[in-house]
Structure formats: C-alpha cells, structure tokens
C-alpha cells in the first residue's frame, strides 16, 4: 500500500460518476475562511500525477488563486480595457476589432493555463490562409500582449504566445501611383468638386492625408515674401497631424513646403467657397480655422475623406474609383518626381521620410533605380 501524502502535497482520486482521475490541491482559506481548493481531471492516472505537479509549481511559485480559471476572453478584456491607456483612440479601436473578430471569437472559451504553444501555432496557420501578414502581426501582438498582462498579473505562469513566430501571410492590396496622364485626367474632372483644392494639394506637395485634415490657415500662405533676400515663395507648413499627440509620424515629417502654382489657385478658390460655407451653415459652423473642414467646420475623420475622394475621381475617363484610396496621391506625387529625375534623397526630404530607406522600401515600385542615372546620361553625352 502506497504512503499517505504529506500536507500540501496534494491528492489524486478516481471520480466513477466522471470516470476520470481528479488532481486536487488545496491552497489555504480565502477571506471569508472558505477553503481554496484547485482541481484538475485525467483521463489517466499518469496524466493526472503530472497535472498536480503543474498545480504544485504554481502553487510555489505564489501564482495568485484566480489563475487557474481565467479564459482567453477575460484575459482580452481586461487588457482592451486597461493596458491601452493613453494610446490614440483609432489604435484602440483596431486593437478592440482585431481581438474581438479573431482572438475571442476564435480562442476566448480556453482557459489561460491550457493555452499550449502548439494551439497558437495552429490557430496562426488557419488565420494565414485567409489574413495578411500585417494583419496576422496585429492579432499576434493582441494575444502576446494580454497574456503577458496576465502572466505578469499572476493569473498564467508563462507566455506561450511569445514562443510563437507569425507565418506569414496573403499579399495586401499593393499600393500603386496613377500616371501622369491619369493625374491630369483627375485633375480636370475634379474641377468644382468640394475636393478639388484637396486632392491638388495632396497630389501636388505628397503630404500625408493625416497632415492635411488638421491643417489651418494658420500654416498655409499663399502669397509667399517675393522680395525677401532670398524671396519665400507661397508654402505650406506641415507641422501637425491626427495623430493623439499632434505631432508629425516622424521628426523629419515637419517640413515647410512650397507650393505649386495649381496649388495657390485652388486653395485660393477654396478658401472662397469656405466663407459662402460658412456663411450658410451660420451659427452652426464650429470655427476651428481649418482648411479642410466638414460641412459646420469641424475636422474630416479618414472615412470622409475616402468616400468623398472616390466620388469626386469617378468622374475622371478611365479611373475606378473604388481601387484608389487618397494615400496613392502621395505615392503618385514620388513616381512623378522619380520620372522627372529627381534623387531619391529630395525626394526622402519632401515626403518627409526619416532616411532614404524609408522612401525605398515603402516607395520602390515608383523609385527609378539610381544606377540607372550614369547610362542615361552617358547616353545623351555621347548621342551620335
């Protein structure tokens, strides 16, 4: 006959109504002196003796008394609902899609302390055949980071999640740039259009659809100092953006940029059209001094901008609205540049772009390679 277990070793026994092997260990008394006890089933007996070793360990690891019943979902939550403090609210509001469409739908019902590696392996598999590989980062991140909250919390003793790589996953939409005779087409149609002075700007000088929704008055002059030493033509200042800080994405994203003739006149007759604006929508226009406003004045969120920007470019021959977005007026304002040979390090400066690199990689179907510089003019030195 098998000794008796000490104290606080815990205890195995055979459930006949379960038919299964129960691994019980008890853990004190709670507050209302009710005992803790923490339990786990086997089907065999070998198995049960290793989940009340588990037990054991978290148990002297001082893991807290809730940890052993805690489900994905909760550990979701709870971080969706304290651990984003202080992020900007679109951040959250992607955080919050991506957990509740993916992570909870799929994983919420396990339980934390059953979650293995192999799980998250597979539950990242099935979500590659369907999902990007952007989009397979995001719930990665959603998952690793509300189960290291609850490791941290007491509640799982190790973060599996963290163990486990993102596979990668279906190509994207690629970004793309229209042609100068596309660029010319849209910018006749839209003449008229409340877009216009819109999409000429963003077209025109590559800022960030984000910078150009916050602009002011404030930062646009459009008469410039010509007889300045040396003469300040008319510009923009693009200094601020929707992001929660109401700072630029980078610190080279804050830049003064001069604008293009087209650019003056439309912004000109922009700002005309915004006084009758504001004239009609009288004590109901919230002056917040902005450029690009919604109809009382107040700022366009990116929705609004996308749905207005496709109705106003289906007017234009030979354009589908519905595969552009307002961003590709910034990567069709690099590939005109790029096929007017302007370097790729003036081209970095008036994006905005930290390095070079940056313009590169993100920009590299619109970048004519460099090396391609010394043969063309080569070519034209010795023509004939």
Aim: net charge positive; glycine share 6%; hydrophobic share 35%.
């Amino acid at each position: 006959m098998s000794a008796r277990r000490d104290r606080g070793d815990g205890g195995l026994h055979w459930d006949t109504g379960r038919q299964r092997w129960i691994a019980t260990v008890s853990l004190g008394y709670d507050d209302a002196g009710n005992r803790i006890v923490r339990r786990r089933s086997a089907k065999t007996k070998t198995e049960a003796k290793s989940k009340l070793k588990d037990l054991l360990s978290e148990y002297a690891t001082d893991l807290g008394v809730d940890s052993t019943d805690d489900t994905v979902e909760e550990a979701v939550t709870n971080w969706l609902a304290y651990g984003l403090a202080g992020k900007d609210p679109e951040t959250v509001e992607l955080y919050t899609i991506l957990s509740r469409t993916h992570v909870i739908a799929d994983l919420g019902h396990r339980k934390l302390r059953e979650l293995g590696v192999d799980d998250v392996d597979r539950w990242l598999a099935s979500k590659a055949r369907t999902l990007s590989t952007r989009t397979l980062q995001g719930i990665h991140s959603c998952l690793n980071r509300s189960v290291q909250r609850a490791m941290v919390r007491g509640k799982v003793s190790r973060n599996v999640v963290a163990l486990c790589p993102v596979p990668t996953g279906q190509p994207g939409r690629p970004s793309k740039a229209i042609t100068l005779s596309q660029a010319e087409a849209v910018l006749k149609a839209v003449e008229g259009d409340p877009m216009h002075a819109y999409i000429v700007v963003s077209l025109l000088t590559g800022a960030r659809t984000e910078e150009l929704r916050p602009l002011t008055w404030d930062h646009v002059d459009l008469e410039g100092r010509p007889h300045a030493d040396p003469p300040v033509p008319p510009h923009i200042a693009v200094w601020h953006s929707v992001r929660r800080s109401g700072d630029t994405k980078t610190r080279k994203s804050r830049r003064t940029l001069a604008l293009p003739h087209r650019c003056v006149s439309a912004l000109r007759r922009h700002r005309r059209a915004q006084e009758r604006q504001r004239r009609t929508a009288g004590k109901g226009w919230q002056d917040n001094n902005l450029v690009f406003a919604s109809d009382v004045g107040t700022v366009l969120d990116a929705a609004n901008v996308r749905r207005a920007f496709r109705r106003a470019i289906a007017k234009a021959d030979g354009i589908n609205p519905t595969e552009w977005t307002p961003r590709e007026l910034r990567h069709s304002f690099v590939s005109l540049l790029s096929d007017n040979d302007v370097p790729v390090e003036e081209i970095a400066r008036l994006v905005g772009h930290s390095s070079t690199e940056t313009t590169e990689k993100v920009y590299r179907k619109q970048i004519r390679p460099v090396i391609q510089t010394g043969a063309l003019t080569m070519d034209r030195i010795f023509h004939g």
